[in-house]
């Protein structure tokens, strides 16, 4: 233990190093950890934020709000489903539009037709909306009594916002949860040749003993028409999510692999140049545990101060936000990534410590050590 | 640098680690950037396919081909403008295809677009209405010439009648063929999004040999300001997230190159201090320090070629591995050598820190004994 401090505060350079490129390290992997809850929050929060258990696209929407039309027919056959005990439109658009006095922007409006079945299940600020005009906005874009004036050929909804709601984007837009009514207006303001203005989606709320999963079935079952998900699933299988999931995880890999190989290498080259003097030590009579003992302590040391100093690079960086992309503070990743490349990089250092073990005291005797 | 190199040959277990870490930064380093290309590819080929200079939007579309309206009459501004060529009118609509070999629900997301002017790969003339020409990575869900795909949710039959390749857009395969079909498809598939007669999504305009953004500024001036007029790589980066993906990743590239001069630098550090000795030794029998350096860096770019060799196999045997459709990775030629190039250009920063030691050698410190 003293003789690992000792080393460590002699050679701050060599140390020093490998602290850095750990906290590189982490502080990527935390990063992109950050962009990868950040995108996948901004492309489907306002699907996990919205009140209804069940969605039902139609197959050919492909599992995207904007991308499904529901014709008259299915959501008839919807209607009459055993187990549903309400079922309301939602539709979901991205609009040109201008907030407060400022340029144009884009905006995604989620209109629905029942507040419990589309509307957000919980807001941060304010108060669900009322009135015709009132609009609950995701609280990283909008601020409570906005303006929003919907842009387009025709005379477009001007929304106030009323509410707030955290992680509430959809396809990484600044959202707007307004009336069905609101958002046939502003539909039709941007496109006059519109014949009519499908709901996207069918929320639904299944009948007392029935789940929300058993539901989703049933309705699969009743019509080739119908896609019917949850709405975890719905978030879950949203194209996308799991490119993205999937990209990022090989990127994962990579450096879940980096880490512990350069902490091995590391430790390996300072176990050999270090032969001499442990050889010595054990000749001694040091015991081989108390060298291995001290060589873990550094390890522990140097990745611990490089996931310290990692986490701190990574706190301002997570309060940040990246375009339209918000950033948070994760935790629970800082936690598992920490103890992850605590534990690979004790093991990484077993290839020293049996150096360390295999070391025979008599070399010291004949110079064998320093071999 | 003979020395360099036989050490090498001889003692390749001593680099054995530092070049399985390196290879696994130069393949870090290749899939972000096979990412980035395949997702920049995927997103962008419809667009990069253009023969014209220069994409015409309405004003209020934030430029957003589905949300862009151009009427018959700004059409008729723009082919009056001083300096415009050909105008031709461009539509696009994302939808559901089914596919022949499919299931019921597995249906393969596509872009329609309809066009006047052909893009790059497709013969002058326009197919006739209900035929397409279609991206050539739809032959993996199984399309071929000659087969009937059934667009949207009223199953509009599109004949395919050839193939077109690199015109992906949103990730997604693309088919080609009329305006007329693009309309009637729409309008079939899109009752709220429907275009009337003679409008147009965007423009692709011709010029002659006039700057692009004098035009561009020229066409929209003459529009009163109805118009956006962008040109094509100005289009290619207002795509959603295109310029977003190419920052955070180039960020996320920058960093890791700057890992590996740490590692590097950590790995030769520590080589370096193990042979003061022999270095000591050479420089009293006349080795230069440049000699000396110059081995050390011969070193250092052996290792790093061959790490990016793996790094480079490792990439296409991803490559072909991934399927298709799920990650969108791609790994080129000019990817591949540009991270090869990083990780040399890292590797000899990184050996720079060994400079200073290897003049500090004192020859006669290998007369005396000790260093």
């Known amino acids: ?371 | 640098m003979k020395l360099a190199l036989r050490e090498l040959l001889r003692r390749p277990g001593r680099f054995a680690v530092a070049t399985a870490i390196l290879a696994l930064i130069a393949l870090l380093l290749m899939v972000l950037g096979g990412l980035l290309d395949g997702l920049v590819a995927g997103s962008t080929g419809a667009l990069r396919a253009q023969r014209g200079q220069l994409i015409v939007y309405s004003s209020a579309s934030q430029e957003s081909l589905v949300r862009s309206r151009i009427t018959p009459a700004v059409r008729q501004v723009i082919e009056k403008t001083v300096g415009v060529g050909r105008v031709a009118g461009l539509g696009s609509v994302q939808l559901g295809a089914r596919i022949e070999g499919h299931g019921p629900r597995d249906l393969v997301p596509v872009v329609l677009f309809g066009y006047e002017l052909a893009p790059r790969g497709l013969p002058d003339a326009v197919p006739a209405a209900g035929r397409v020409y279609a991206d050539r990575s739809l032959q993996s869900e199984g399309v071929r010439q000659g087969s009937t795909v059934l667009l949207g949710p009223a199953r509009t039959p599109v004949e395919v009648v050839g193939f077109l390749g690199d015109s992906r857009y949103s990730l997604q395969g693309t088919l080609w063929g009329s305006l007329q079909t693009w309309r009637s498809v729409l309008a079939a598939n899109r009752p709220g999004e429907r275009a009337g007669a003679g409008v147009d999504q965007a423009l692709v305009v011709r010029i002659g040999a006039v700057d692009s953004s004098t035009q561009a500024h020229a066409i929209d001036r003459a529009t009163n300001g109805a118009t956006k007029t962008l040109t094509i790589p100005q289009a290619i980066n207002a795509l959603p997230g295109v310029a977003q993906q190419q920052t955070v990743f180039n960020q996320i590239i920058g960093i890791t190159v700057l890992i590996a001069v740490v590692v590097v630098g950590l790995f030769f550090a520590l080589i370096t201090v193990e042979r003061v000795g022999l270095y000591g030794v050479l420089k009293a029998v006349g080795a230069s320090s440049g000699i000396l350096f110059a081995g050390v860096l011969l070193q250092a770019l052996v290792v790093t070629l061959i790490a990016s060799a793996i790094g480079v196999a490792a990439s296409l045997a991803l490559d072909a591995a991934i399927p298709a459709g799920s990650i969108p990775f791609v790994a080129t030629p000019a990817r591949l050598l540009t991270s090869t190039a990083y990780l040399v250009f890292a590797a000899l920063l990184g050996c720079a820190f060994s400079l200073r030691r290897v003049l500090r050698v004192d020859p006669a410190a290998a007369i005396g004994g000790e260093q």
Do not use: C, H
Request: glycine share 12%; hydrophobic share 55%.
């Open chain 1, 1 to 371: 233990m003293f003789l690992a401090l000792r080393e460590i505060r002699r050679a701050k350079l060599r140390f020093g190093l490998l602290v850095a490129a750990v906290a590189l390290l982490v502080f990527l992997i935390l990063t992109q950890q950050a962009l990868q809850n950040g995108l996948i929050t901004s492309f489907v929060g306002a699907i996990r934020r919205q009140s209804a258990p069940v969605l039902v696209f139609a197959v050919d929407g492909q599992r995207t709000l904007q991308g499904s039309v529901i014709t008259p027919r299915l959501e008839k056959s919807i209607d009459g489903v055993r187990g549903v005990a309400e079922a309301g439109r939602i539709g979901q658009g991205t609009f040109t539009v201008v907030v407060g006095r400022g340029g144009r922007s884009n905006a995604a409006l989620v209109g629905y037709e029942k507040s419990q079945l589309g509307g957000p299940d919980r807001l941060s600020a304010g108060r669900m909306p009322s009135a015709a005009g009132e609009a609950v906005g995701s609280a990283s874009d909008f601020a409570l009594g906005d303006r929003v004036r919907v842009v387009g050929p025709g005379e477009g909804p001007v929304l106030r916002v009323v509410g707030l709601a955290d992680d509430a984007q959809i396809q990484v837009t600044p959202t707007l949860f307004v009336s069905w009514p609101d958002y046939v207006a502003a539909a039709r303001a941007v496109n006059p040749d519109a014949a009519t203005v499908p709901p996207s989606v069918i929320g639904v709320r299944p009948a007392a003993g029935v789940t929300a999963a058993a539901l989703a079935g049933r309705i699969n079952g009743a019509s080739e028409e119908a896609d019917a998900l949850t709405r975890r699933q719905a978030a879950e299988k949203a194209p996308g999510v799991a490119a993205v999931r999937s990209s990022f995880n090989l990127i994962f890999l990579l450096f879940a692999l980096v880490v512990p190989l350069v902490a091995g290498l590391f430790f390996l080259i300072i176990t050999l140049q270090k032969a001499r003097a442990l050889t010595l030590l054990r000749a001694i009579g040091a015991p081989a545990g108390a060298l291995v003992r001290s060589l873990l302590v550094q390890v522990v040391i140097i990745i611990g101060g490089g996931i310290v100093l990692g986490t701190l690079l990574y706190v301002p960086l997570s309060q940040a936000k990246l375009g339209k992309l918000s950033l948070s503070f994760d935790l629970r990743a800082v936690v598992f990534w920490a103890v992850l490349l605590l534990v690979l990089g004790l093991a990484s250092a077993m290839v020293a410590a049996r150096r360390v073990l295999a070391i025979d005291p008599v070399e010291a005797t004949t110079g064998g050590g320093a071999r």
